[in-house]
T-cell receptor, first 112, second 115 residues
């Protein structure tokens, strides 16, 4: 079936460095790509999203890029801080937006 | 306060004993969904509902039932739970879906253990 692949599964960076997480999707009709952050023991929360008619979106230290031709999108976190440590999930819509499929998640550790 | 609530938060049960996990939202959202979260597999959608009396299967619906009799409530029913349904369950809601997708708000999660 349609799926979303996410890489890497774990990522360790030094505080202040940048972190990049990549996702690929298979449904060419996907038109909405959110990123969620889940801290330990808590619920996922939306941090940024992008729609298919936009190539890049930025919100302070977080940015997302989308390449519809290659069917991949990426999360970029600059100037990482210890509080960025969490699990990050990408997702993409299926079935004309009625379903949301998540990647397997990336554990980000920011070392101080 | 705008929120999604789930009950119970923790549940240990035995194989075959029917259970219901409740989900309620106070934001007048049309779209509601249930996910299960397992290590290494991310969040997988079980069922979703686009409005009252409108429900459909997600990626992993086997062994689960749902109903949407009121806009605010979307219970998840396990008629005969099995150990492979041991998982962390999240309910979520959003203003809408489809072409104009919206942010999903997640409940606090229900940790279910089936022995």
């Amino acid at each position: 079936g349609e799926n979303v692949e996410q890489h890497p599964s774990t990522l360790s960076v030094q505080e202040g460095d940048s972190a990049v997480i990549k996702c690929t999707y298979s449904d060419s009709a996907s038109n909405y790509f959110p990123w969620y952050k889940q801290e330990l023991g808590k619920r996922p929360q939306l941090i940024i999203d992008i729609r298919s008619n936009v190539g890049e979106k930025k919100d302070q230290r977080i940015a997302v890029t989308l390449n519809k031709t290659a069917k991949h999108f990426s999360l970029h976190i600059t100037e990482t801080q210890p509080e960025d440590s969490a699990v990050y999930f990408c997702a993409a819509t299926l079935d004309w937006g009625n379903k949301l499929v998540f990647g397997a998640g990336t554990i980000l550790r920011v070392k101080s | 306060e705008a929120q999604v609530t789930q009950n119970p938060r923790y549940l240990i049960t035995v194989t075959g004993k029917k259970l219901t996990v409740t989900c309620s939202q106070n934001m007048n959202h049309e779209y509601m969904s249930w996910y299960r979260q397992d290590p290494g597999l991310g969040l997988r959608q079980i069922y979703y509902s686009m409005n009252v009396e409108v429900t459909d299967k997600g990626d992993v619906p086997e062994g689960y039932k749902v109903s949407r009799k009121e806009k605010r409530n979307f219970p998840l029913i396990l008629e005969s739970p099995s150990p492979n349904q041991t998982s962390l369950y999240f309910c979520a809601s959003s203003l809408g879906f489809g072409v104009a997708a919206y942010e999903q708000y997640f409940g606090p999660g229900t940790r279910l253990t089936v022995t």
